[in-house]
């Protein structure tokens, strides 16, 4: 197998490979390679420089030092280093939910007129969760009082986070029993830095515990508060046909990338790019238009709102720069690669930040402020479409994949559409997995990492999963690998579905994949499961569900906060490469195995897709048989997937 098609699964992502190998580019797969060895401590999570006194690390063959200077153990080191991880994700995601939150009342302020409240049902569910009256308020009113209680929970001291109540009652008293119901979203954040400060939290179950209860704060907390604003701000997305994939760069426009994770920039970009001014200047200079495609997480909040195209995952940003037909790349916060920079200039390609959160050295900083959205948002776009005249047409290289997909899909009118046109109820999906006709549902999301051939793991795993008759649920990047592959389409429940899945597929015009956005949208994901449960026939927990869930290529602090708040919430959750507790057999035991008698959930950790996927479908059978619900209808595979 040649090179490029060792790192990538996606045949435009290897055009893209074997471009950078030509034109001697340094992409993150080189530097991958470069790293390599590995630090084995690093991976195994026992190396600790939390204090001067150290760097200290174990020795994982037992010759060596076995406590850092300090004294601590093994468990307390990587205890303490997977909770700092946990810390970090969830301030990311919580850290969004708080600039949504804060958009939202500059919006019902008026002090931001690029915006208006557009989800007014969700405003008045939302508002209702938080014992918000409504009654002859007008919809500003209602938003600045959410939007105000939303943000009083980030620093909250006593109780517990409103949004906990959507959970299944026993869910919610489990947290309470454990003492892991989270106070406020950045309250348990900060007790996780001073747990893990030298001298404090030692015992290693019990400094993760506290990082659960951090994560649960994000999943229940930061990150739905992040959804639930979003979709009253922009509205709620509703299921839409769109394209993924580097093809969809267009040779003959201004093509605009907007790359990151906040949708506050790239909601209103799509307005600034209708602009007739900037279109009549891109025509100027000899384009046919103004191409804007997103990439990562932001491409799901554009493309699940407004069915703009996705140009890919993680590890293609560098990839579209490649193709030498971006003018400019525009990004916000969170998995932009520092190498863009470089990679850039060896282009025409104009980076732009946006955020004072997430600036590059020598790159050009526009800021972004929701008052004046539209004008900042025009006056990048304006840089792009005057770029364009730089455009060496000659190194304009663009794969010609390009794929169809339906994303869309919400806690909400997944319901509705599995319940058929006017009701709202998941009652079909229930009876479904109760007759058989589907095992049961799987969540897979998460990131690219070059540790695994990109796209590769989701793509195989999702496939396996659908063969099985099991409904996927999908966020991140993950689904956009898996939208590239063709499995994002209601068409393809014929090519990969098993029989059951592809007649619940049939009957509702569903594809067997549902796209529910980007990685806060993850909260959508334990929404539903709750309302599965509520539902009934089920069991009375999310535990109780034949699911589970999966992160196959995770790379980033925030796939473990989610990881971690799918296991409190009840999901046994599989990992691809395992987390850096490998140098703890106690911690390893703890989080694999022990934490399920708690929590209900646990984390498995398995690199082959094939593998993992069957995994999740034993556990899911597990669960059938918990429930006494009979086997599975169909016996017979229609598919047939090559390993
Ligand atoms: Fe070493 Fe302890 Fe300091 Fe960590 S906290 S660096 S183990 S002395
Ligand atoms: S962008 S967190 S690589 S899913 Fe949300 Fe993708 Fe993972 Fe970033």
């Given at each position: 197998m040649k090179r490029h098609e060792k790192r990538s699964y996606d045949p435009a992502s290897q055009k893209m490979i074997q471009k950078a190998e030509k034109e001697n580019i340094e992409i993150v797969w080189d530097r991958y390679d470069a790293m390599q060895p590995q630090c084995g401590f690093g991976e195994l999570g026992i190396c600790c420089k939390i204090c001067n006194m150290g760097p200290c690390r174990i020795d994982p063959f037992g010759d060596g030092p076995q406590t850092g200077i300090c004294g601590a153990s093994k468990d307390t080191i990587v205890a303490r280093n997977l909770v700092r991880m946990i810390a970090s994700g969830a301030a990311a995601h919580s850290d969004h939910g708080r600039d949504i939150a804060h958009a939202l009342l500059l919006a019902a302020d008026g002090e931001a007129h690029d915006y208006h409240l557009k989800g007014t049902e969700k405003l008045k569910r939302t508002a209702q969760v938080y014992g918000i009256d409504t009654k002859g308020k007008s919809t500003e009113k209602i938003g600045k009082e959410l939007g105000e209680k939303c943000l009083a929970e980030f620093g909250q001291q006593h109780g517990e986070l409103?949004?906990?109540?959507?959970?299944?009652?026993?869910?919610?008293?489990?947290?309470?029993?454990?003492?892991?119901?989270?106070?406020?979203?950045?309250?348990?954040?900060?007790?996780?830095?001073?747990?893990?400060?030298?001298?404090v939290d030692n015992d290693y179950?019990?400094?993760?515990?506290?990082?659960?209860?951090?994560?649960?704060?994000?999943?229940?907390?930061?990150?739905?508060?992040?959804?639930?604003?979003?979709?009253?701000?922009?509205?709620?997305?509703?299921?839409?046909?769109?394209?993924?994939?580097?093809?969809?760069?267009?040779?003959?426009?201004?093509?605009?990338?907007?790359?990151?994770?906040?949708?506050?920039?790239?909601?209103?970009?799509?307005?600034?790019?209708?602009?007739?001014?900037?279109?009549?200047?891109?025509?100027?200079?000899?384009?046919?238009?103004?191409?804007?495609?997103?990439?990562?997480?932001?491409?799901?909040?554009?493309?699940?709102?407004?069915?703009l195209p996705s140009a890919g995952n993680f590890l293609q940003q560098e990839?579209?720069?490649?193709?030498?037909?971006?003018?400019?790349?525009?990004?916000d916060v969170q998995c932009i690669m520092p190498a863009l920079s470089s990679v850039a200039n060896c282009f025409h390609t104009k980076l732009v930040t946006t955020s004072p959160k997430c600036k590059f050295p020598g790159v050009e900083h526009v800021e972004f402020k929701e008052e004046k959205a539209l004008e900042i948002a025009k006056n990048i776009i304006r840089k792009g479409v005057e770029n364009y005249k730089n455009r060496v047409q000659q190194r304009v290289d663009i794969p010609k994949e390009i794929k169809g997909l339906v994303a869309g899909f919400t806690t909400e009118n997944a319901f509705r559409i599995l319940g058929g046109k006017y009701r709202f109820t998941v009652r079909p999906l229930n009876d479904a997995i109760i007759s058989g006709r589907l095992r049961g549902a799987a969540g897979v999301v998460g990131c690219n990492n070059p540790n695994i051939k990109h796209d590769w793991a989701h793509v195989e795993m999702v496939k396996e999963l659908l063969r099985n008759d099991v409904l996927v649920v999908q966020t991140g990047c993950s689904a956009i690998a898996c939208a590239k592959a063709g499995l994002l389409?209601?068409?393809?429940?014929?090519?990969?579905?098993?029989?059951?899945?592809?007649?619940?597929?049939?009957?509702?015009?569903?594809?067997?994949?549902?796209?529910?956005?980007?990685?806060?949208?993850?909260?959508?994901?334990?929404?539903?499961?709750?309302?599965?449960?509520?539902?009934?026939?089920?069991?009375?927990?999310?535990?109780?569900?034949?699911?589970?869930?999966?992160?196959?290529?995770?790379?980033?602090?925030?796939?473990?906060?989610?990881?971690?708040?799918?296991?409190?919430?009840?999901?046994?959750?599989?990992?691809?490469?395992?987390?850096?507790?490998?140098?703890?057999?106690?911690?390893?035991?703890?989080?694999?195995?022990?934490?399920?008698?708690?929590?209900?959930?646990?984390?498995?950790?398995?690199?082959?897709?094939?593998?993992?996927?069957?995994?999740?479908?034993?556990?899911?059978?597990?669960?059938?048989?918990?429930?006494?619900?009979?086997?599975?209808?169909?016996?017979?595979?229609?598919?047939?997937?090559?390993?």
């Open positions: 409103r949004l906990l109540s959507l959970a299944p009652k026993k869910r919610q008293e489990i947290w309470r029993k454990l003492g892991i119901a989270p106070r406020g979203i950045d309250r348990e954040i900060v007790e996780i830095m001073h747990r893990t400060h030298i001298g179950k019990n400094v993760i515990n506290h990082g659960m209860r951090a994560a649960l704060g994000d999943g229940w907390g930061g990150s739905m508060i992040a959804t639930e604003l979003s979709d009253i701000l922009f509205g709620s997305p509703e299921p839409i046909r769109a394209t993924v994939n580097l093809g969809t760069l267009k040779k003959d426009h201004v093509n605009i990338v907007v790359h990151g994770h906040e949708p506050t920039l790239s909601d209103v970009v799509t307005d600034a790019v209708k602009d007739p001014e900037l279109l009549a200047l891109a025509k100027k200079y000899g384009a046919k238009g103004i191409n804007l495609v997103g990439m990562c997480c932001t491409a799901n909040e554009i493309l699940m709102r407004h069915g990839l579209a720069i490649l193709t030498g037909s971006v003018e400019l790349m525009m990004v389409t209601p068409e393809s429940a014929y090519e990969y579905a098993g029989v059951g899945l592809r007649e619940v597929c049939e009957a509702v015009g569903i594809p067997p994949v549902l796209h529910v956005g980007s990685c806060v949208d993850n909260s959508r994901i334990l929404l539903i499961l709750s309302a599965v449960v509520a539902e009934g026939g089920l069991g009375e927990d999310i535990s109780d569900l034949p699911a589970a869930g999966a992160a196959p290529e995770w790379m980033s602090e925030k796939a473990i906060s989610i990881g971690f708040y799918f296991v409190g919430s009840g999901v046994y959750t599989v990992f691809g490469t395992p987390q850096p507790v490998m140098g703890s057999e106690n911690v390893t035991n703890y989080i694999t195995n022990e934490i399920e008698h708690t929590m209900g959930g646990k984390f498995a950790f398995e690199a082959d897709p094939i593998k993992a996927a069957h995994m999740m479908i034993k556990h899911i059978d597990k669960k059938r048989k918990a429930l006494k619900l009979g086997e599975v209808m169909y016996k017979e595979k229609t598919a047939t997937v090559k390993k």
